[in-house]
């Protein structure tokens, strides 16, 4: 979560929670063939920006997910966790999130997944280390 400078008004936010993710509807060459039939995940809900501060210019929501990218790559090396995974709102931030290196699932148009190691290169390239 974050505030206004100042304020107590909350202006941008975002929550993760571990889950579950079968591996058939991941349509990329590193879900692998291996038991479990599960890839574990991390679910990025509801990545939120304040409606007076969308498309300004203030890149808020990209600086929110990368925050979240960074504790989900951190996370990973301890666990076991595979992906990313978002679901988005409408198809307008399906293309959001594809332009930041997410890929739509088989299985839902509106669902998106990034593998971690990926997400630590792209990630990297935009804004430095990740450590």
């Known amino acids: 979560m974050t505030t206004e ?8 936010f ?3 929670n571990a889950m579950g993710v079968a591996r ?3 349509d990329h060459p590193q879900r692998g063939t291996d038991p479990p039939r599960e890839l574990p995940a991390i ?7 304040s409606s007076h501060l969308q498309d300004q210019g203030h890149h808020l929501g990209t600086d929110l997910l990368r925050d979240a990218i960074v504790r989900t790559v951190t996370v990973s090396s301890h666990v076991g ?7 988005a709102l409408n198809e307008r931030l399906v293309g959001w ?3 930041r290196g997410f890929d739509r699932t088989q299985s839902d148009p509106l669902r998106l997944v990034a593998i971690t190691p990926s997400l630590r290169r792209t990630y990297e ?3 430095g280390p990740i450590s």
């Open 5 to 12: 400078h100042d304020s107590d008004l909350v202006v941008g």
């Open 14 to 16: 975002y929550c993760l």
């Open 24 to 26: 058939g509807s991941v």
């Open 43 to 49: 679910l990025l809900g509801r990545l939120a920006v």
């Open 81 to 87: 966790v595979r992906l990313m995974v978002v679901d």
């Open 97 to 99: 999130y594809e332009r």
């Open 125 to 127: 390239d935009y804004g």
